[in-house]
């Protein structure tokens, strides 16, 4: 498999998965809102948990927390340890409905498989949620590698997950090409001196992927293969 931008041939493909391949806003806006009501806190929208993703659970919960209450004052460690043990169990138990695939990512994947590239999910999800996840959008045995955020100290978008992904498949940064669709896949591509595709369509905090200069800007997910594939007349 040969790309057709500037650099060495692509032999590793490092997806981020919330955003990327998977529509998961209802499902986790589910669980962040379940977990809130069990803590007797007022409910979020739907559009505010769409904004907030992306950098972790940990994170998605002191959002919704803080635009309920002080913004200058932090949960409780008890009342965080109550809401992350709540939001846990709420979305444990919805890992296997209230997502979608994004158009095409099932094909498109398929068909990248069959190159023989390697491809590898690094995504900040906790990673006891992340294989079930993928399993329910049948989508797990397609990678040769799953990384998730709670796995390593260093989390997107600090370059340890993509290079630690490279060192485990003995590729080189140069020949490894990070997809995602926030500015933490972009910077964390950058940092690890990674080429990087940004998609317009997923969570990025309100703000357009272009802002974050990918290498290239995708607004469809099966725009992959005319980018990265090569054709016999070619």
């Known amino acids: 498999m040969l790309e057709r931008f500037s650099g060495e041939p692509i032999t590793l493909l490092q997806f981020d998965l919330d955003g990327t ?21 007022p409910v979020v929208a739907l559009s505010q948990v769409a904004e907030w993703i992306g950098n972790g659970a940990d994170m ?23 809401l992350r043990q709540a939001f846990d169990r709420h979305y444990h138990a919805g890992l296997d409905r209230d ?3 994004y158009p095409d990512v099932m094909t ?8 023989g590239v390697k491809m590898a999910i690094v995504t900040n999800k906790p990673h006891p949620f ?9 989508l797990a045995g397609l990678f040769d590698y799953v990384l ?24 080189s940064p140069a ?6 669709d926030s500015r933490s896949d972009i910077l964390a591509a950058r940092a690890a001196s990674m080429r990087c595709v940004g998609l317009t369509y997923g969570y990025n905090h309100g703000e357009p992927i272009a802002n974050s200069a990918p290498d290239r800007i995708l607004d469809h997910f099966s725009q992959l293969t005319d980018l990265l594939l090569v054709s016999d007349k070619d």
Do not use: Y
């Not at 998605?60 to 109550?82: T, V």
């Not at 020949?175 to 995602?180: A, H």
């Open 21 to 41: 391949l998977i529509d998961s806003v209802p499902q986790l806006a589910k669980a962040v809102n379940g977990a809130l009501v069990d803590c007797e806190l």
């Open 60 to 82: 998605l919960l002191r959002r919704a927390w803080a635009r309920n209450s002080d913004p200058g004052m932090g949960p409780s460690s008890a009342l965080f340890n109550q």
């Open 99 to 101: 997502f979608s695939l």
């Open 108 to 115: 498109t994947l398929m068909c990248l498989r069959q190159t």
């Open 130 to 138: 992340v294989m079930p996840l993928l399993q329910a959008s049948g």
């Open 148 to 171: 998730g955020g709670d796995l390593l100290p260093q989390r997107k978008p600090d370059p340890a997950p993509l290079l630690h992904i490279c060192e485990q498949l003995r590729v």
């Open 175 to 180: 020949n490894s090409l990070m997809i995602g």
